[in-house]
């Protein structure tokens, strides 16, 4: 049996660069739910995958931005859940 909870997961393309710059895309996105996991915490099971844009540019990509793109998103997802 498995635990309930939420589950994220990132899909960084070669696109956006070599592995420096993808493991830096996914350990801002880490960060954003990390610090955002109190909003998801429901007795739902939940898997989000989170696939970045092509067009990002990782050198300049900040938390600020992060929060600013997918805190819309997350909001949506847990009012869907609860009703």
Do not use: W
Request: net charge positive.
């Amino acid at each position: 049996m498995r635990a309930h909870g939420l589950r994220v997961g990132t899909a960084v393309s070669k696109k956006i660069g070599k592995a420096v710059k993808r493991n830096r895309v996914k350990r801002i996105l880490k960060e954003f739910f990390r610090l955002n996991q109190h909003r998801l915490d429901m007795d739902v099971d939940v898997d989000i995958v989170v696939v970045p844009k092509k067009h990002l540019l990782p050198g300049k990509l900040s938390y600020f931005q992060v929060d600013r793109e997918l805190s819309p998103v997350v909001s949506r997802i847990c009012n869907e859940l609860k009703s």
